[in-house]
């Protein structure tokens, strides 16, 4: 057993951020979604109430502080009000995240008296719509209103904006509407190509001339307006040479619970073959935590090959993404291609560089594009099902 | 950048502090995140209720802990934890 090991099973050890996944329904049909493609194969077993109690309970007792109120759309629940006031009387730091569709004054109101501590918006950008959204005065007022909403309520206005080839020409449009907005913290974060966004990673990747523009106009933004409006910018990981050190490492401070229950690592564990995710109605988040083979899967560094196994970075970035490494080599134990040291990395390059010379419009993408919708969710998951019977 | 000596201070709105059982420690959260306040760093932000100012704190310091000579490291800490945002001048 290594150092970092024994050290580790002598104190108790738990998750300090739980993300609750409330559930997969979703209003938007966004393309660079991250929720698995088969997620309707959730519907009709999310968790109840109770259940997400006894978890949340379990996950606080082992030191979990921050918890994620997110989906799907979590709004679409109605018992978001109790897991706040319940999650924030056990201890925890609650955060909303939503899209704001059916965040009404009367909601918003039961969460803060609940003593919910931050609301994350996201910038509802489905694509389809995308043109109608920037231009249209019905939208832009609703927003501006949830906005307000946010504010008169005490909350700073925490904006997200998932960027990608189709919109990140806008923005300055976008950033324009987070000014008018009074937004306090802008996240304009490119999407990760995971899930959705994998399955239309040809048409989201920015090209590197996009990236360079829309980095110098946010940095335009920044220089004006200072602490007003802070703007944190974050480039897809296909452009970097060093990955990312995904989830601070596996099972060591994140909890993802699906709406189903599923216990996960990440948000994409799920898709990992090989490995069993227990569920929170059958097992307790101490045991799961601890014990159970998918969260001790990739704990530490004992799964690791070359090159990370003698890279002294390891302990940095934990070799990058298992699931990126698993999409793109069809082996969760490999470097994640991202690296330049994989010997897979010319897969990052070559995409990349496709990236670089895509001639079609907009207009011409739009209609290639999967939308993330309960249709091609069932589509996915009958193949998926027709696959494992054969 | 210096503290004023007689203001109240208070916490910077989205910052909470709690004493976490599990890791026997106080915290400061915020959004997305978590400071351990081991020991002393946690005896100094208890303190921080927005009425307190610098000099009370000190001075409640210093009747909790008789004869310690903490003045500067109260000073410097909360002059840090000042420039990192996570208390304000009210």
Redesign the interface.
């Known amino acids: 057993m290594t150092k970092d090991g024994s050290a580790l099973s002598e104190s108790r050890s738990g998750p300090l951020w739980v993300n609750a996944e409330l559930t997969y329904r979703c209003p938007l049909h966004c393309v660079f979604c991250y929720n698995p493609l088969d997620y309707t194969s959730t519907f009709g077993k999310e968790l109840s109430t109770d259940e997400w109690l006894k978890t949340l309970r379990e996950a606080r007792e082992l030191g979990a502080v921050q918890l994620g109120l997110s989906g799907g759309e979590p709004l679409l629940r109605d018992d978001v009000e109790i897991l706040i006031a319940e999650a924030s009387k056990m201890g925890y730091y609650v955060n909303l995240i939503t899209s704001g569709i059916g965040l009404t004054e009367e909601r918003i109101a039961a969460f803060k008296e609940g003593g919910l501590d931050q609301i994350q918006l996201s910038f509802q950008d489905s694509t389809k719509e995308l043109n109608d959204f920037l231009s249209s005065t019905r939208t832009f007022e609703l927003k501006l209103k949830i906005a307000r909403l946010i504010k008169q309520y005490g909350y700073p206005m925490v904006l997200n904006v998932v960027l990608h080839k189709l919109n990140i020409d806008h923005i300055e449009q976008i950033l324009e509407m987070a000014e008018a907005m009074e937004a306090d913290h802008v996240e304009l974060a490119n999407s990760q190509y995971y899930a959705w966004a994998f399955k239309n990673r040809e048409h989201l990747m920015p090209t590197r001339e996009q990236l360079q523009r829309a980095e110098a106009i946010t940095m335009r933004f920044r220089e004006r307006l200072g602490k007003k409006m802070k703007l944190y910018f974050v480039v897809p990981d296909y452009y970097a040479d060093r990955p990312k050190a995904c989830m601070n490492g596996w099972g060591a401070v994140f909890l993802n619970i699906a709406p189903d229950g599923l216990a996960l690592p990440c948000h994409e564990a799920r898709m990992l073959p090989g490995l069993e995710f227990p569920n929170v109605r059958e097992h307790d988040v101490d045991w799961i935590w601890n014990q159970s083979p998918g969260f001790t899967a990739y704990r530490g560094d004992g799964w690791m090959k070359e090159p990370c196994r003698s890279c002294d970075e390891k302990h940095k970035d934990f070799g990058g993404c298992r699931c990126q490494a698993y999409m793109l080599t069809g082996d969760a134990t490999n470097a994640d291609p991202v690296c330049s040291k994989s010997s897979h990395h010319h897969l990052i390059v070559e995409q990349v560089e496709r990236a670089q010379h895509s001639l079609i419009s907009a207009e011409e993408t739009r209609p290639l594009l999967f939308y993330r919708d309960d249709k091609n969710a069932r589509q996915f998951a009958d193949e998926e099902k027709s696959c494992s019977e054969h | 950048m210096s503290l004023p000596p007689d203001k109240p201070l208070s916490l910077e709105?989205?910052f909470?502090f709690?004493w976490?059982p599990?890791?026997q420690c106080h915290?400061l959260?915020?959004?997305?995140?978590?400071i351990r306040l081991p020991g002393s760093a946690g005896e100094i932000i208890q303190r921080i209720d927005g009425n307190a100012s610098l000099n009370g704190i000190i001075a409640a310091l210093e009747q909790a802990y008789p004869g310690a000579e903490l003045r500067q490291d109260v000073i410097d800490f909360l002059e840090n934890a000042h420039d990192k945002g996570w208390i304000r001048v009210v």
């Open positions: 709105k989205q909470r709690q976490e599990a890791q915290v959260l915020y959004p997305e995140g978590l």
